[in-house]
């Protein structure tokens, strides 16, 4: 099945911890993102990459970092920097079209 | 910075009402986005406008771009309960998002 999948679904993770969230997509696109979204605040821009080792800093990029080594893979790391990082996060590749391919999500809680 | 605004943020409707929802960006977009959310899910893409004054249609679904390319809408024509979810628009290929609209049907 072609798709994005990321893992885990459910992440706690205490105070003062880096974890690292996993997005992979078998599409072969170019363009992968990452978002945080918060109740009634929309989808945020955390990081974006258009192209295998480079990438950008989206609205949000405060406390996140991100790699892109291969053109499957764009995980990011939450690092303890981050002052609220209990939210949604999704991670999205761009079709030929310009539509977004979302994936499942991870929830984050720290504890 | 570039934003784009969308109201209402719910809305709540009895099913065989219609259903529009609002997008305004405070600067000229090349194209807007429109994605649903299911509760529980995530943003599935809808349709994306890119001309001036177009207007495309989804069965029931109905999407406009204005002529200045500031603004957006989405109209259900009567809703279904499978119709729940939060609907989003988008700019910039995706990197604004507005902050949705939820829209619950009771039957």
């Known amino acids: 099945d072609g798709g994005i999948t990321q893992s885990p679904k459910y992440l706690f993770r205490k105070e003062g911890q880096n974890v690292t969230l996993s997005c992979e997509q078998n599409?072969?696109?170019?363009?992968m993102y990452w978002y945080r979204q918060d109740p009634g605040q929309g989808l945020r821009l955390i990081y974006y990459s258009q192209i295998v080792n480079d990438f950008q800093k989206g609205d949000i990029a405060e406390g996140y970092s991100v790699s892109r080594e291969k053109k499957e893979s764009f995980p990011l790391t939450v690092t303890s920097a981050q002052k609220n990082p209990t939210a949604f996060y999704l991670c999205?590749?761009?079709?030929?079209?310009?539509?977004?391919?979302f994936g499942p999500g991870t929830r984050l809680t720290v504890l | 910075g570039q934003q784009v605004m969308q109201i209402p943020q719910y809305q709540h409707v009895q099913e065989g009402e219609d259903f529009t929802t609002y997008c305004n960006s405070s600067t000229t977009l090349s194209n807007i986005q429109w994605y649903k959310q299911r509760p529980g899910g995530h943003p599935v893409f809808l349709i994306q406008l890119v001309k001036s004054g177009e207007v495309k249609k989804q069965k029931r679904l109905t999407f406009q771009f204005g002529e200045a390319k500031k603004n957006s809408s989405l109209h259900i024509t009567a809703t279904q309960t499978t119709d729940v979810g939060t609907y989003f628009c988008?700019?910039?290929?995706?990197?604004?998002f507005g902050k949705g609209t939820t829209l619950s049907v009771s039957s």
């Open positions: 599409l072969n696109h170019d363009a």
């Open positions: 999205a590749s761009m079709g030929s079209y310009n539509e977004q391919f």
């Open positions: 988008a700019g910039s290929l995706a990197l604004i």
